[in-house]
């Protein structure tokens, strides 16, 4: 893998990606911020050597370098998932693209379910921890420790400096952000009623199918990491209603304005 690594980060920066500060993950039906940010550099998944390509109609597919809030950044339009046939391995392979390129910080966002029922959809959720349900490690592999500490600290993977500057400007925008936990399932079915009731005992808020891989992978790296669940549906066991996928895009993009303040304000601290 380190070789790729090499080759991949070569080609961006001959594409003209210089010193990104931050990178940013754009989670289901939100890709809003982009315009917001100057853009520089744009080049398509599936132009860049050994990178995996997006297979979802709602994910763009798209690694986009520009200016925001006057810092440089490196923008995923569209993620990948395990669901879509990759290994955690590939899904977390642009992390590590955009730490060799020279991010210091990661902020990810995601459209997850609301476990918790005080939790509403169109609010937005501040990932304090998370239960990693996606059945392995993305640094379960052989030569994970020429990358970095193969035993990999996870006492606090969301930065408890960047998450309480995000509380802050949530207070002083007057946007409700709820703090908790994210599970990360597999996918791509939606939960049954008894799994919901399972996430809930086991102390899940939220629930979805990205960000935790990403995250451990950013503290393997040992870069700074935060992430934004919008809450698209509330997933109560009780009264549970067939899941629109489009109904959850549009309320993902409704409530995206408000993400959009929290990192941009952001940014501009770090």
Same mark, same amino acid.
């Given at each position: 893998?380190?070789?790729?690594?090499?080759?991949?980060?070569?080609?961006?920066?001959?594409?003209?990606?210089?010193?990104?500060?931050?990178?940013?993950?754009?989670?289901?039906?939100?890709?809003?911020?982009?315009?917001?940010?100057?853009?520089?550099?744009?080049?398509?998944?599936?132009?860049?050597?050994?990178?995996?390509?997006?297979?979802?109609?709602?994910?763009?597919?798209?690694?986009?370098?520009?200016?925001?809030?006057?810092?440089?950044?490196?923008?995923?339009?569209?993620?990948?998932?395990?669901?879509?046939?990759?290994?955690?391995?590939?899904?977390?392979?642009?992390?590590?693209?955009?730490?060799?390129?020279?991010?210091?910080?990661?902020?990810?966002?995601?459209?997850?379910?609301?476990?918790?029922?005080?939790?509403?959809?169109?609010?937005?959720?501040?990932?304090?921890?998370?239960?990693?349900?996606?059945?392995?490690?993305?640094?379960?592999?052989?030569?994970?420790?020429?990358?970095?500490?193969?035993?990999?600290?996870?006492?606090? $993977?969301?930065?408890? /400096?960047?998450?309480?500057?995000?509380?802050?400007? #949530?207070?002083?925008?007057? !946007?409700? %952000?709820? &703090?908790?936990?994210?599970?990360?399932?597999?996918?791509?079915?939606?939960?049954?009623?008894?799994?919901?009731?399972?996430?809930?005992?086991?102390?899940?808020?939220?629930?979805?199918?990205?960000?935790?891989?990403?995250?451990?992978?950013?503290?393997?790296?040992?870069?700074?990491?935060?992430?934004?669940?919008?809450?698209?549906?509330?997933?109560?066991?009780?009264?549970?209603? $067939?899941?629109?996928? /489009?109904?959850?895009?549009?309320?993902?993009?409704? #409530?995206?304005?408000?993400? !959009?303040? %929290?990192? &941009?304000?952001?940014?501009?601290?770090?």
């Amino acid at each position: 893998m380190t070789k790729q690594i090499e080759k991949t980060t070569e080609y961006l920066i001959e594409k003209g990606f210089d010193k990104p500060e931050i990178g940013i993950v754009l989670g289901t039906g939100l890709g809003q911020l982009l315009d917001e940010i100057g853009i520089i550099k744009e080049v398509s998944y599936n132009h860049i050597p050994y990178f995996p390509t997006a297979t979802v109609e709602f994910h763009k597919g798209k690694l986009i370098y520009g200016m925001l809030e006057g810092k440089k950044v490196i923008v995923m339009q569209g993620r990948f998932h395990v669901y879509e046939g990759y290994s955690l391995q590939d899904v977390t392979y642009p992390v590590r693209i955009m730490e060799k390129l020279g991010i210091h910080t990661l902020l990810v966002s995601n459209a997850s379910g609301a476990i918790n029922l005080n939790f509403k959809k169109g609010e937005l959720m501040l990932i304090d921890d998370h239960i990693n349900l996606q059945g392995s490690s993305p640094l379960a592999f052989k030569d994970v420790s020429q990358l970095g500490e193969r035993f990999a600290d996870m006492s606090a $993977p969301y930065d408890l /400096e960047i998450n309480s500057k995000i509380e802050k400007i #949530a207070k002083e925008n007057n !946007i409700k %952000l709820h &703090k908790g936990v994210y599970a990360s399932v597999v996918g791509p079915q939606l939960e049954t009623r008894a799994e919901y009731r399972m996430l809930k005992i086991i102390g899940a808020d939220a629930v979805g199918m990205s960000t935790v891989p990403e995250i451990i992978v950013a503290n393997h790296l040992k870069l700074k990491a935060a992430a934004v669940s919008v809450l698209t549906d509330e997933c109560d066991p009780d009264n549970l209603k $067939p899941v629109n996928i /489009e109904e959850i895009i549009a309320m993902a993009y409704k #409530a995206e304005p408000e993400m !959009i303040t %929290l990192f &941009k304000e952001l940014i501009k601290t770090l």
